[in-house]
Protein backbone atom coordinates (compact mmCIF):
# COMPACT_ATOMS: atom_id res chain seq x y z
CA UNK A 1 0.00 0.00 0.00
CA UNK A 2 1.24 3.42 -0.99
CA UNK A 3 2.46 5.75 1.80
CA UNK A 4 0.76 8.79 1.21
CA UNK A 5 1.74 12.39 2.86
CA UNK A 6 -1.16 14.93 2.12
CA UNK A 7 0.15 18.60 3.48
CA UNK A 8 0.35 19.04 6.92
CA UNK A 9 -2.68 21.42 7.44
CA UNK A 10 -4.83 18.01 6.23
CA UNK A 11 -3.05 15.98 8.05
CA UNK A 12 -3.70 17.84 11.54
CA UNK A 13 -7.58 17.93 10.33
CA UNK A 14 -8.23 14.74 9.96
CA UNK A 15 -7.58 13.48 12.71
CA UNK A 16 -9.17 16.29 14.86
CA UNK A 17 -13.29 16.99 15.99
CA UNK A 18 -14.33 19.66 13.67
CA UNK A 19 -14.95 22.46 17.05
CA UNK A 20 -18.28 24.07 14.47
CA UNK A 21 -20.17 20.98 15.23
CA UNK A 22 -22.84 21.37 17.20
CA UNK A 23 -22.21 19.75 20.57
CA UNK A 24 -25.35 17.47 20.78
CA UNK A 25 -25.40 16.30 17.15
CA UNK A 26 -25.27 12.28 15.77
CA UNK A 27 -22.27 13.20 13.68
CA UNK A 28 -19.99 14.67 16.64
CA UNK A 29 -20.63 11.71 18.30
CA UNK A 30 -19.82 9.55 15.25
CA UNK A 31 -16.59 11.42 14.68
CA UNK A 32 -15.81 11.21 17.95
CA UNK A 33 -16.20 6.67 18.29
CA UNK A 34 -14.16 6.39 15.26
CA UNK A 35 -10.39 5.59 15.08
CA UNK A 36 -9.35 7.86 12.80
CA UNK A 37 -11.34 10.79 13.84
CA UNK A 38 -11.47 10.01 18.03
CA UNK A 39 -8.65 11.55 20.32
CA UNK A 40 -8.31 8.52 21.86
CA UNK A 41 -8.81 5.16 20.30
CA UNK A 42 -11.49 3.21 22.96
CA UNK A 43 -10.79 -0.04 23.86
CA UNK A 44 -12.04 -3.34 21.65
CA UNK A 45 -15.21 -5.19 23.65
CA UNK A 46 -14.64 -8.65 23.88
CA UNK A 47 -17.32 -10.58 21.60
CA UNK A 48 -20.55 -11.39 22.93
CA UNK A 49 -22.74 -14.29 21.18
CA UNK A 50 -26.16 -14.11 21.82
CA UNK A 51 -28.84 -16.54 20.23
CA UNK A 52 -30.85 -14.95 17.38
CA UNK A 53 -33.06 -17.56 15.44
CA UNK A 54 -32.14 -21.09 14.21
CA UNK A 55 -28.69 -22.08 13.56
CA UNK A 56 -29.19 -22.70 9.69
CA UNK A 57 -26.13 -24.99 9.74
CA UNK A 58 -24.38 -22.84 6.64
CA UNK A 59 -23.23 -19.28 5.30
CA UNK A 60 -26.85 -17.52 4.84
CA UNK A 61 -27.77 -17.00 1.03
CA UNK A 62 -27.62 -13.63 1.48
CA UNK A 63 -28.79 -10.68 -1.40
CA UNK A 64 -27.11 -7.41 -1.97
CA UNK A 65 -29.79 -4.24 -3.23
CA UNK A 66 -29.22 -1.54 -4.45
CA UNK A 67 -32.84 0.26 -4.90
CA UNK A 68 -34.47 2.74 -6.82
CA UNK A 69 -33.20 6.20 -7.09
CA UNK A 70 -34.55 9.86 -6.52
CA UNK A 71 -34.24 11.73 -9.90
CA UNK A 72 -34.97 14.96 -10.98
CA UNK A 73 -37.04 16.50 -14.01
CA UNK A 74 -34.38 16.81 -16.88
CA UNK A 75 -31.41 14.99 -14.98
CA UNK A 76 -29.09 12.61 -16.59
CA UNK A 77 -29.92 8.67 -15.99
CA UNK A 78 -26.52 7.81 -15.16
CA UNK A 79 -26.11 4.02 -14.25
CA UNK A 80 -23.03 2.51 -12.93
CA UNK A 81 -22.28 -0.65 -11.31
CA UNK A 82 -22.91 -0.32 -7.37
CA UNK A 83 -19.62 0.11 -6.45
CA UNK A 84 -19.39 -0.44 -2.81
CA UNK A 85 -21.89 -3.57 -2.99
CA UNK A 86 -19.25 -5.05 -5.58
CA UNK A 87 -16.45 -4.03 -3.10
CA UNK A 88 -18.03 -5.98 -0.23
CA UNK A 89 -19.20 -9.22 -2.74
CA UNK A 90 -15.56 -9.53 -3.60
CA UNK A 91 -14.26 -9.32 -0.42
CA UNK A 92 -16.89 -11.91 0.97
CA UNK A 93 -15.63 -14.13 -2.01
CA UNK A 94 -12.44 -14.56 -0.69
CA UNK A 95 -13.62 -15.45 2.41
CA UNK A 96 -15.45 -18.22 0.91
CA UNK A 97 -19.02 -16.45 0.88
CA UNK A 98 -21.03 -16.32 -2.00
CA UNK A 99 -23.70 -13.09 -2.14
CA UNK A 100 -26.18 -11.98 -4.90
CA UNK A 101 -26.07 -8.41 -6.10
CA UNK A 102 -29.63 -6.58 -7.39
CA UNK A 103 -29.14 -3.25 -8.52
CA UNK A 104 -32.80 -1.74 -9.28
CA UNK A 105 -31.94 0.67 -10.95
CA UNK A 106 -30.10 -0.41 -14.22
CA UNK A 107 -32.86 -3.45 -14.07
CA UNK A 108 -35.20 -1.04 -14.52
CA UNK A 109 -33.94 1.72 -16.03
CA UNK A 110 -36.45 2.38 -18.37
CA UNK A 111 -39.32 2.53 -15.56
CA UNK A 112 -39.63 6.21 -14.27
CA UNK A 113 -42.44 6.50 -11.97
CA UNK A 114 -43.48 10.27 -10.81
CA UNK A 115 -43.60 10.92 -6.88
CA UNK A 116 -44.48 14.32 -7.27
CA UNK A 117 -43.79 18.22 -9.16
CA UNK A 118 -40.55 17.26 -11.40
CA UNK A 119 -39.28 14.50 -8.89
CA UNK A 120 -39.55 10.88 -10.83
CA UNK A 121 -38.31 7.65 -8.98
CA UNK A 122 -35.99 5.74 -11.88
CA UNK A 123 -35.80 1.58 -11.25
CA UNK A 124 -37.60 -1.38 -11.02
CA UNK A 125 -41.23 -1.68 -9.92
CA UNK A 126 -41.92 -2.29 -6.68
CA UNK A 127 -44.55 -5.58 -8.13
CA UNK A 128 -41.67 -6.48 -9.94
CA UNK A 129 -39.09 -6.60 -6.83
CA UNK A 130 -41.95 -8.23 -4.92
CA UNK A 131 -41.71 -11.12 -7.25
CA UNK A 132 -38.12 -11.01 -7.07
CA UNK A 133 -37.59 -11.55 -3.66
CA UNK A 134 -41.16 -14.12 -3.53
CA UNK A 135 -39.17 -16.16 -6.59
CA UNK A 136 -35.95 -16.68 -4.47
CA UNK A 137 -35.41 -17.91 -0.81
CA UNK A 138 -32.80 -15.07 0.15
CA UNK A 139 -32.13 -15.60 4.43
CA UNK A 140 -30.17 -11.83 4.57
CA UNK A 141 -31.35 -8.97 2.53
CA UNK A 142 -29.11 -6.01 2.83
CA UNK A 143 -29.64 -2.54 1.27
CA UNK A 144 -27.69 0.26 0.51
CA UNK A 145 -27.92 4.22 -0.79
CA UNK A 146 -25.73 6.38 -2.11
CA UNK A 147 -27.67 10.03 -1.84
CA UNK A 148 -29.98 10.40 1.45
CA UNK A 149 -32.86 11.56 -1.05
CA UNK A 150 -33.23 8.08 -1.72
CA UNK A 151 -33.87 6.70 1.98
CA UNK A 152 -37.75 6.54 1.54
CA UNK A 153 -37.08 4.33 -1.08
CA UNK A 154 -34.46 2.05 0.70
CA UNK A 155 -37.62 1.66 3.13
CA UNK A 156 -40.36 0.94 1.11
CA UNK A 157 -38.22 -2.09 -0.78
CA UNK A 158 -37.19 -3.65 2.75
CA UNK A 159 -40.92 -3.61 3.68
CA UNK A 160 -41.59 -5.59 0.55
CA UNK A 161 -39.07 -7.91 1.62
CA UNK A 162 -40.40 -8.73 5.05
CA UNK A 163 -43.90 -8.54 4.35
CA UNK A 164 -43.00 -11.41 1.35
CA UNK A 165 -40.80 -13.03 3.38
CA UNK A 166 -41.16 -12.18 7.04
CA UNK A 167 -38.79 -14.46 8.62
CA UNK A 168 -35.90 -13.08 6.09
CA UNK A 169 -33.04 -10.51 8.24
CA UNK A 170 -33.18 -7.45 6.44
CA UNK A 171 -30.00 -5.07 7.02
CA UNK A 172 -28.48 -1.99 6.11
CA UNK A 173 -25.37 0.03 4.99
CA UNK A 174 -23.49 2.94 3.77
CA UNK A 175 -23.08 6.42 4.43
CA UNK A 176 -26.58 8.07 6.54
CA UNK A 177 -27.43 4.06 7.67
CA UNK A 178 -23.75 4.66 9.09
CA UNK A 179 -23.96 8.09 11.12
CA UNK A 180 -27.62 7.90 11.85
CA UNK A 181 -28.11 4.41 12.72
CA UNK A 182 -30.69 5.41 15.82
CA UNK A 183 -32.75 7.46 13.73
CA UNK A 184 -32.51 5.10 10.74
CA UNK A 185 -33.47 2.51 12.62
CA UNK A 186 -36.00 4.15 14.79
CA UNK A 187 -37.91 5.45 11.71
CA UNK A 188 -38.00 2.13 10.24
CA UNK A 189 -40.32 0.55 12.29
CA UNK A 190 -44.04 -0.28 11.47
CA UNK A 191 -47.02 -0.85 14.08
CA UNK A 192 -44.20 -1.99 16.72
CA UNK A 193 -42.05 -4.21 14.20
CA UNK A 194 -39.07 -3.34 12.88
CA UNK A 195 -38.87 -4.04 9.03
CA UNK A 196 -34.90 -3.45 9.44
CA UNK A 197 -33.14 -5.48 11.91
CA UNK A 198 -29.49 -4.38 11.31
CA UNK A 199 -27.37 -1.54 10.74
CA UNK A 200 -23.60 -2.31 9.78
CA UNK A 201 -21.65 1.17 10.45
CA UNK A 202 -18.89 1.86 8.32
CA UNK A 203 -16.88 -0.44 5.46
CA UNK A 204 -19.11 -4.10 5.16
CA UNK A 205 -16.04 -5.51 3.58
CA UNK A 206 -14.90 -6.23 7.29
CA UNK A 207 -18.20 -6.41 8.56
CA UNK A 208 -20.37 -8.25 6.80
CA UNK A 209 -18.18 -11.78 6.83
CA UNK A 210 -18.07 -12.06 10.07
CA UNK A 211 -21.78 -11.25 11.02
CA UNK A 212 -23.24 -14.11 8.22
CA UNK A 213 -20.92 -16.63 9.82
CA UNK A 214 -22.35 -15.45 12.99
CA UNK A 215 -26.18 -15.69 11.90
CA UNK A 216 -25.33 -19.08 9.84
CA UNK A 217 -24.93 -20.41 13.72
CA UNK A 218 -28.02 -19.17 15.15
CA UNK A 219 -25.54 -16.16 16.70
CA UNK A 220 -25.13 -12.46 17.10
CA UNK A 221 -22.22 -11.21 18.66
CA UNK A 222 -23.93 -7.48 20.04
CA UNK A 223 -20.44 -6.35 21.19
CA UNK A 224 -19.32 -6.30 17.24
CA UNK A 225 -17.84 -3.65 15.98
CA UNK A 226 -20.52 -0.92 13.97
CA UNK A 227 -23.17 -3.25 14.54
CA UNK A 228 -26.65 -1.96 15.34
CA UNK A 229 -30.08 -3.07 15.89
CA UNK A 230 -32.84 -4.54 17.65
CA UNK A 231 -32.45 -7.47 20.25
CA UNK A 232 -35.09 -8.45 22.40
CA UNK A 233 -37.02 -5.92 22.14
CA UNK A 234 -34.19 -3.62 22.52
CA UNK A 235 -32.46 -0.98 20.43
CA UNK A 236 -28.50 -1.08 20.52
CA UNK A 237 -26.05 1.01 18.90
CA UNK A 238 -22.55 -0.11 18.71
CA UNK A 239 -19.40 2.41 17.74
CA UNK A 240 -17.70 2.31 14.26
CA UNK A 241 -14.35 2.30 15.40
CA UNK A 242 -12.37 0.26 12.53
CA UNK A 243 -11.61 0.81 9.21
CA UNK A 244 -10.19 -0.81 5.98
CA UNK A 245 -6.15 0.42 6.67
CA UNK A 246 -4.62 -1.75 3.54
CA UNK A 247 -6.55 -1.12 0.24
CA UNK A 248 -4.56 -3.55 -1.50
CA UNK A 249 -5.60 -6.44 0.22
CA UNK A 250 -9.00 -5.96 -1.04
CA UNK A 251 -10.20 -7.81 -4.11
CA UNK A 252 -11.04 -6.19 -7.33
CA UNK A 253 -15.03 -5.11 -7.20
CA UNK A 254 -16.69 -8.95 -8.17
CA UNK A 255 -18.86 -7.20 -11.12
CA UNK A 256 -19.21 -10.59 -12.36
CA UNK A 257 -22.15 -10.59 -10.00
CA UNK A 258 -23.95 -7.53 -12.13
CA UNK A 259 -25.31 -7.27 -15.35
CA UNK A 260 -22.13 -5.41 -17.28
CA UNK A 261 -23.20 -5.26 -20.25
CA UNK A 262 -26.44 -3.44 -20.28
CA UNK A 263 -24.05 -0.65 -18.28
CA UNK A 264 -22.01 -0.72 -21.21
CA UNK A 265 -25.01 -0.82 -23.71
CA UNK A 266 -26.62 2.26 -22.02
CA UNK A 267 -23.13 3.93 -21.57
CA UNK A 268 -24.35 6.77 -19.30
CA UNK A 269 -21.64 6.61 -16.18
CA UNK A 270 -20.66 9.06 -13.85
CA UNK A 271 -19.21 11.65 -16.52
CA UNK A 272 -22.29 11.12 -18.90
CA UNK A 273 -20.53 12.14 -22.08
CA UNK A 274 -17.49 9.50 -22.36
CA UNK A 275 -15.00 8.53 -25.12
CA UNK A 276 -15.71 5.13 -24.59
CA UNK A 277 -18.21 3.03 -24.55
CA UNK A 278 -17.08 0.36 -22.31
CA UNK A 279 -16.26 2.68 -19.07
CA UNK A 280 -14.75 1.55 -15.90
CA UNK A 281 -14.48 3.31 -12.63
CA UNK A 282 -11.78 2.84 -10.55
CA UNK A 283 -11.27 3.80 -7.26
CA UNK A 284 -6.88 4.47 -6.32
CA UNK A 285 -7.68 5.62 -2.63
CA UNK A 286 -10.54 6.25 0.06
CA UNK A 287 -10.98 9.49 2.22
CA UNK A 288 -11.17 12.95 2.25
CA UNK A 289 -9.38 15.00 4.70
CA UNK A 290 -10.09 18.63 3.83
CA UNK A 291 -13.26 18.68 5.58
CA UNK A 292 -15.47 21.17 3.11
CA UNK A 293 -18.49 22.25 5.39
CA UNK A 294 -21.30 20.96 2.70
CA UNK A 295 -19.80 17.71 2.04
CA UNK A 296 -21.02 14.54 3.59
CA UNK A 297 -18.32 11.82 2.48
CA UNK A 298 -15.29 13.61 4.19
CA UNK A 299 -16.79 12.49 7.52
CA UNK A 300 -18.02 9.04 6.60
CA UNK A 301 -13.79 8.40 5.86
CA UNK A 302 -12.03 11.14 6.85
CA UNK A 303 -8.52 9.51 6.60
CA UNK A 304 -7.23 8.90 3.47
CA UNK A 305 -5.53 6.17 2.52
CA UNK A 306 -4.02 5.37 -1.09
CA UNK A 307 -3.77 1.35 -2.80
CA UNK A 308 -0.45 1.31 -4.30
CA UNK A 309 0.29 1.83 -7.82
CA UNK A 310 1.31 -1.77 -9.24
CA UNK A 311 -2.36 -2.00 -7.44
CA UNK A 312 -4.37 0.11 -9.30
CA UNK A 313 -2.45 -1.03 -12.45
CA UNK A 314 -3.08 -4.47 -12.19
CA UNK A 315 -6.85 -3.86 -11.62
CA UNK A 316 -7.16 -1.74 -14.66
CA UNK A 317 -5.18 -4.28 -17.08
CA UNK A 318 -7.41 -7.18 -15.74
CA UNK A 319 -10.47 -4.80 -16.80
CA UNK A 320 -8.83 -4.23 -20.07
CA UNK A 321 -8.80 -8.08 -20.34
CA UNK A 322 -12.16 -9.36 -18.97
CA UNK A 323 -14.30 -6.79 -20.10
CA UNK A 324 -12.49 -5.04 -22.39
CA UNK A 325 -12.73 -1.72 -21.40
CA UNK A 326 -11.83 0.97 -23.31
CA UNK A 327 -12.01 4.63 -21.00
CA UNK A 328 -11.49 4.80 -17.35
CA UNK A 329 -13.38 7.14 -14.71
CA UNK A 330 -11.86 7.81 -11.79
CA UNK A 331 -13.90 8.00 -8.44
CA UNK A 332 -11.84 8.65 -6.04
CA UNK A 333 -12.29 12.31 -3.72
CA UNK A 334 -8.84 13.33 -3.81
CA UNK A 335 -6.94 11.35 -7.13
CA UNK A 336 -3.68 13.59 -6.94
CA UNK A 337 -3.34 13.98 -3.30
CA UNK A 338 0.04 12.69 -3.27
CA UNK A 339 1.46 14.26 -6.21
CA UNK A 340 4.28 11.83 -5.64
CA UNK A 341 1.96 8.71 -6.09
CA UNK A 342 0.11 10.58 -8.71
CA UNK A 343 3.49 11.08 -11.05
CA UNK A 344 3.94 7.40 -10.78
CA UNK A 345 0.56 6.26 -11.24
CA UNK A 346 -0.13 8.43 -14.77
CA UNK A 347 3.86 7.36 -16.07
CA UNK A 348 2.49 3.79 -15.64
CA UNK A 349 -0.97 4.58 -17.36
CA UNK A 350 0.95 6.00 -20.22
CA UNK A 351 1.40 2.07 -21.92
CA UNK A 352 -2.08 0.98 -21.72
CA UNK A 353 -3.32 3.62 -23.94
CA UNK A 354 -6.50 4.74 -22.22
CA UNK A 355 -8.85 7.42 -22.24
CA UNK A 356 -9.45 8.73 -18.81
CA UNK A 357 -11.63 11.76 -16.54
CA UNK A 358 -12.20 12.65 -13.35
CA UNK A 359 -15.90 12.85 -12.94
CA UNK A 360 -15.59 13.41 -9.31
CA UNK A 361 -13.42 16.44 -8.96
CA UNK A 362 -9.65 17.24 -8.37
CA UNK A 363 -8.47 19.39 -5.55
CA UNK A 364 -6.74 22.10 -7.67
CA UNK A 365 -3.99 23.03 -5.06
CA UNK A 366 -2.10 19.93 -6.00
CA UNK A 367 -2.07 20.18 -10.05
CA UNK A 368 1.04 21.50 -11.71
CA UNK A 369 2.58 22.32 -15.22
CA UNK A 370 4.81 19.01 -14.89
CA UNK A 371 1.72 16.87 -13.60
CA UNK A 372 -0.70 17.98 -15.95
CA UNK A 373 2.06 16.95 -18.26
CA UNK A 374 2.11 13.45 -17.33
CA UNK A 375 -1.89 13.03 -17.10
CA UNK A 376 -2.31 14.46 -20.62
CA UNK A 377 0.61 11.81 -21.73
CA UNK A 378 -1.39 9.25 -20.03
CA UNK A 379 -4.78 9.92 -21.36
CA UNK A 380 -6.36 12.48 -19.54
CA UNK A 381 -9.36 13.96 -21.68
CA UNK A 382 -11.50 15.58 -19.86
CA UNK A 383 -10.72 17.34 -16.20
CA UNK A 384 -13.43 18.70 -13.23
CA UNK A 385 -12.02 21.09 -11.37
CA UNK A 386 -14.11 21.48 -8.12
CA UNK A 387 -13.32 26.02 -7.44
CA UNK A 388 -17.20 25.33 -5.87
CA UNK A 389 -16.92 29.13 -5.82
CA UNK A 390 -14.82 31.81 -7.50
CA UNK A 391 -15.50 34.04 -4.70
CA UNK A 392 -12.27 33.90 -1.76
CA UNK A 393 -13.98 35.30 0.64
CA UNK A 394 -16.83 32.52 0.12
CA UNK A 395 -14.54 29.79 0.00
CA UNK A 396 -12.67 30.57 2.94
CA UNK A 397 -16.12 31.74 5.59
CA UNK A 398 -18.85 29.85 4.07
CA UNK A 399 -17.19 26.62 2.00
CA UNK A 400 -13.80 26.41 3.80
CA UNK A 401 -11.84 24.63 1.09
CA UNK A 402 -8.54 25.42 0.11
CA UNK A 403 -8.74 26.55 -3.40
CA UNK A 404 -6.02 29.70 -4.36
CA UNK A 405 -7.76 31.07 -6.95
CA UNK A 406 -4.63 33.17 -7.99
CA UNK A 407 -3.22 29.94 -9.63
CA UNK A 408 -6.94 28.90 -11.41
CA UNK A 409 -5.81 31.08 -14.97
CA UNK A 410 -2.70 29.90 -15.59
CA UNK A 411 -3.51 26.61 -14.79
CA UNK A 412 -6.45 26.64 -17.21
CA UNK A 413 -4.58 28.21 -19.75
CA UNK A 414 -2.38 25.64 -19.83
CA UNK A 415 -5.07 22.85 -19.78
CA UNK A 416 -6.73 24.41 -22.55
CA UNK A 417 -3.43 24.72 -24.36
CA UNK A 418 -2.86 20.76 -24.14
CA UNK A 419 -6.53 20.21 -25.35
CA UNK A 420 -8.00 18.97 -22.36
CA UNK A 421 -12.05 19.43 -21.93
CA UNK A 422 -12.56 21.12 -18.14
CA UNK A 423 -15.80 21.15 -15.87
CA UNK A 424 -16.72 23.12 -13.49
CA UNK A 425 -18.62 22.78 -10.65
CA UNK A 426 -19.63 25.78 -8.27
CA UNK A 427 -21.88 25.54 -5.01
CA UNK A 428 -24.06 28.68 -4.45
CA UNK A 429 -26.52 29.70 -1.76
CA UNK A 430 -24.48 29.10 1.68
CA UNK A 431 -25.71 30.09 4.46
CA UNK A 432 -24.38 34.02 5.36
CA UNK A 433 -23.13 34.20 1.41
CA UNK A 434 -24.54 37.63 -0.06
CA UNK A 435 -25.51 38.62 -3.26
CA UNK A 436 -22.57 40.41 -3.89
CA UNK A 437 -20.26 37.71 -3.18
CA UNK A 438 -22.34 34.92 -5.29
CA UNK A 439 -22.32 38.00 -8.13
CA UNK A 440 -18.27 38.09 -8.20
CA UNK A 441 -18.22 34.36 -7.87
CA UNK A 442 -19.83 34.20 -11.39
CA UNK A 443 -17.77 37.37 -12.57
CA UNK A 444 -14.33 35.41 -11.62
CA UNK A 445 -15.93 32.04 -13.17
CA UNK A 446 -16.89 33.74 -16.48
CA UNK A 447 -13.42 34.80 -17.26
CA UNK A 448 -12.00 31.02 -16.85
CA UNK A 449 -12.48 29.06 -20.06
CA UNK A 450 -14.62 25.75 -18.94
CA UNK A 451 -15.85 23.85 -21.16
CA UNK A 452 -19.19 22.77 -19.16
CA UNK A 453 -20.13 23.86 -15.73
CA UNK A 454 -22.42 23.11 -13.27
CA UNK A 455 -23.97 25.13 -10.56
CA UNK A 456 -25.48 23.75 -7.51
CA UNK A 457 -27.55 25.57 -4.63
CA UNK A 458 -25.75 24.69 -1.56
CA UNK A 459 -28.05 21.65 0.36
CA UNK A 460 -27.91 20.23 4.19
CA UNK A 461 -26.96 17.05 2.78
CA UNK A 462 -27.17 14.61 5.68
CA UNK A 463 -23.37 13.94 7.35
CA UNK A 464 -22.47 17.30 6.23
CA UNK A 465 -21.13 19.97 9.13
CA UNK A 466 -23.53 22.31 7.05
CA UNK A 467 -26.76 19.73 7.82
CA UNK A 468 -25.67 19.82 11.78
CA UNK A 469 -25.65 23.45 12.11
CA UNK A 470 -29.12 24.02 10.13
CA UNK A 471 -30.89 21.36 11.60
CA UNK A 472 -29.33 22.43 15.22
CA UNK A 473 -30.36 26.48 14.57
CA UNK A 474 -33.92 25.10 13.20
CA UNK A 475 -33.16 26.30 9.84
CA UNK A 476 -34.36 22.89 8.33
CA UNK A 477 -35.32 19.31 10.08
CA UNK A 478 -33.97 15.76 9.66
CA UNK A 479 -36.75 15.01 7.76
CA UNK A 480 -36.75 17.93 5.59
CA UNK A 481 -33.52 17.18 3.92
CA UNK A 482 -34.37 13.63 2.88
CA UNK A 483 -36.18 15.70 -0.36
CA UNK A 484 -33.07 17.24 -1.90
CA UNK A 485 -32.51 18.86 -5.41
CA UNK A 486 -29.53 20.93 -6.09
CA UNK A 487 -31.01 22.79 -8.87
CA UNK A 488 -33.91 24.04 -7.27
CA UNK A 489 -34.69 26.11 -3.77
CA UNK A 490 -36.75 23.10 -2.35
CA UNK A 491 -34.84 23.21 0.70
CA UNK A 492 -34.09 26.79 1.53
CA UNK A 493 -30.67 27.75 3.28
CA UNK A 494 -29.35 31.16 1.74
CA UNK A 495 -30.20 34.39 3.02
CA UNK A 496 -31.10 35.57 -0.12
CA UNK A 497 -34.92 35.21 -1.10
CA UNK A 498 -34.96 31.77 -3.10
CA UNK A 499 -36.44 32.93 -6.58
CA UNK A 500 -33.70 35.98 -6.87
CA UNK A 501 -30.73 33.00 -6.19
CA UNK A 502 -32.39 30.99 -8.84
CA UNK A 503 -32.50 33.46 -11.37
CA UNK A 504 -28.90 34.28 -10.51
CA UNK A 505 -27.82 31.29 -11.14
CA UNK A 506 -30.12 30.41 -14.35
CA UNK A 507 -28.87 34.12 -16.18
CA UNK A 508 -25.42 32.83 -15.15
CA UNK A 509 -25.87 29.58 -16.87
CA UNK A 510 -27.54 30.91 -19.90
CA UNK A 511 -24.82 33.70 -20.25
CA UNK A 512 -21.91 31.11 -19.75
CA UNK A 513 -23.29 28.05 -21.67
CA UNK A 514 -23.91 30.30 -24.43
CA UNK A 515 -19.81 31.75 -24.32
CA UNK A 516 -18.35 28.17 -24.45
CA UNK A 517 -19.93 27.57 -27.54
CA UNK A 518 -19.39 30.74 -28.89
CA UNK A 519 -15.89 30.81 -27.61
CA UNK A 520 -14.54 27.19 -29.19
CA UNK A 521 -16.82 25.52 -31.23
CA UNK A 522 -14.47 22.54 -32.20
CA UNK A 523 -14.14 21.51 -28.29
CA UNK A 524 -17.81 21.80 -27.82
CA UNK A 525 -18.55 19.39 -30.97
CA UNK A 526 -15.67 17.24 -29.29
CA UNK A 527 -17.86 16.97 -25.85
CA UNK A 528 -21.47 16.80 -27.52
CA UNK A 529 -22.11 16.11 -30.86
CA UNK A 530 -21.59 12.36 -30.52
CA UNK A 531 -24.19 12.08 -27.86
CA UNK A 532 -27.03 14.25 -29.29
CA UNK A 533 -29.03 10.90 -31.27
CA UNK A 534 -29.00 9.11 -27.84
CA UNK A 535 -30.21 12.42 -25.83
CA UNK A 536 -33.91 11.52 -25.65
CA UNK A 537 -33.33 8.08 -23.82
CA UNK A 538 -30.57 9.46 -21.02
CA UNK A 539 -32.17 12.50 -19.09
CA UNK A 540 -35.54 11.91 -17.20
CA UNK A 541 -38.90 12.67 -17.65
CA UNK A 542 -40.16 15.11 -20.45
CA UNK A 543 -37.15 17.29 -20.47
CA UNK A 544 -35.30 14.71 -22.35
CA UNK A 545 -37.55 15.71 -25.78
CA UNK A 546 -35.84 19.44 -25.67
CA UNK A 547 -32.54 18.59 -24.99
CA UNK A 548 -31.54 17.87 -28.82
CA UNK A 549 -33.03 21.41 -29.72
CA UNK A 550 -30.79 22.95 -26.76
CA UNK A 551 -27.58 21.42 -28.37
CA UNK A 552 -28.43 22.57 -32.05
CA UNK A 553 -28.80 26.02 -30.44
CA UNK A 554 -25.30 26.11 -28.79
CA UNK A 555 -26.50 25.29 -25.03
CA UNK A 556 -24.59 22.60 -23.15
CA UNK A 557 -27.37 19.22 -22.28
CA UNK A 558 -27.05 18.46 -18.66
CA UNK A 559 -23.83 17.66 -16.78
Known amino acids: MSESTPPQDLRVRQNKLDDHLPRDSALRLYLAEKDETARTRR ?21 LVMPPMCVYEGAVKRVVPPLGLC ?3 GALEKEGIDVSILDCIVEGIDEEIPVSEGVWNLGMSEDRFRAYIADNDFDVVGFTMIYSSDLWNLYRYARIVKEVAPRTTVI ?14 QD ?3 DGVPFIDFVLRGEGEIRLGAFLRNLGEGKLDIHADGLAGWHDGQLF ?3 QLARVTDLDALPVPAYHKVPMERYFEHNVPFSPYPRGKRVMQVYTSRGCPVGCTFCASTNFSKQYIARSVDNVIAEIEYYKDTYGADEIQFADDNLTLDRKRAMELFERMTPLGLPWCTPNGIMVNTLSPPLVDRMVESGLYQITLSLDSGSAETLKDHHRKPVDLTRVPDLMAYLDHLGVLMHGTLVVGMPGETEEQIKAGFAYVEQLPFHSINVFLAQAIPGSELFERSVSNGTITYEGSLHIDTARSTLWLA ?3 AKRLEGLVEDFLQRYNRSIYERDPKAWERKYRDHKERMSRI ?5 SAITAAIIDAGGGPPS
Open 43 to 63: PRPQPELADFGESLGRIPRTL
Open 87 to 89: YIA
Open 172 to 185: AGGLHASIYAKRFL
Open 188 to 190: AVV
Open 237 to 239: INA
Open 495 to 497: DLE
Open 539 to 543: CVGTA
